[in-house]
T-cell receptor
């Protein structure tokens, strides 16, 4: 199946700093990518839909100025968590739609201290 | 997207078949049934999907009832590595459609 990668896999940052997470489609082009967040013992929650060449669509309750999404090419979408706080600590997962399937990256564990 | 209902948890003996049920009584005609699983601290892994016919691949079989209101994922010979949370999701096939995850079923395969 299609491969989606994320970088970094794990990051620790200090409160108030910004962190960028990259999501790449390795063997296909993706006009649409999705960003999810997962807190411990909970299910995945969709944060935003990232569209190549246009603005992302954010789910209700997700601050677009805090979670900046850029989808500048057909193989790369980035999520920047600005002014991170401990409550932003979570597992961030991206995915891309390919044909009838949707493939997920391995996730990025963010810890804000 | 239609909502799904799954048991919170299930146990299965290693080597036996694991049958994971899912109810999706409000599924629409153009919505597919997708199954994913998530092993601890990893991204979800695609397993199988179908519209109305039963499907089989190297990982599992998907049995969809004739009225499409429920389905069953079958892992024919469960191994310890199949221990994971299994998500049943219904979604249309539009390219821009995201997948909405419910609580899933935590399958524990025991030796």
């Amino acid at each position: 199946g299609a491969v989606v990668s994320q970088h970094p896999s794990r990051v620790i940052c200090k409160s108030g700093t910004s962190v960028k997470i990259e999501c790449r489609s390795l063997d296909f082009q993706a006009t649409t990518m999705f960003w999810y967040r997962q807190f411990p013992k909970q299910s995945l929650m969709l944060m935003a839909t990232s569209n190549e060449g246009s603005k992302a669509t954010y789910e209700q309750g997700v601050e677009k100025d805090k979670f900046l999404i850029n989808h500048a090419s057909l193989t790369l979408s980035t999520l920047t968590v600005t002014s991170a706080h401990p409550e932003d600590s979570s597992f961030y997962i991206c995915s891309a739609r390919v044909g009838q399937g949707q493939y997920f990256g391995p996730g990025t564990r963010l810890t804000v201290t | 997207d239609a909502k799904t209902t799954q048991p919170t948890s299930m146990d299965c003996a290693e080597g036996r078949a694991a049958n994971l049920p899912c109810n999706h009584s409000t599924i629409s005609g153009n919505e597919y049934v997708y199954w994913y699983r998530q092993i601890h601290s990893q991204g979800p892994q695609y397993i199988i999907h179908g519209l109305k016919n039963n499907e089989t691949n190297e990982m599992a079989s998907l049995i969809i009832t004739e009225d499409r209101k429920s389905s069953t994922l079958i892992l024919p010979h469960a191994t310890l590595r199949d221990t994971a949370v299994y998500y049943c999701i219904v979604s249309s096939n539009n390219a821009g459609n995201m997948l909405t995850f419910g609580g899933g079923t935590r399958l524990m395969v025991k030796p």
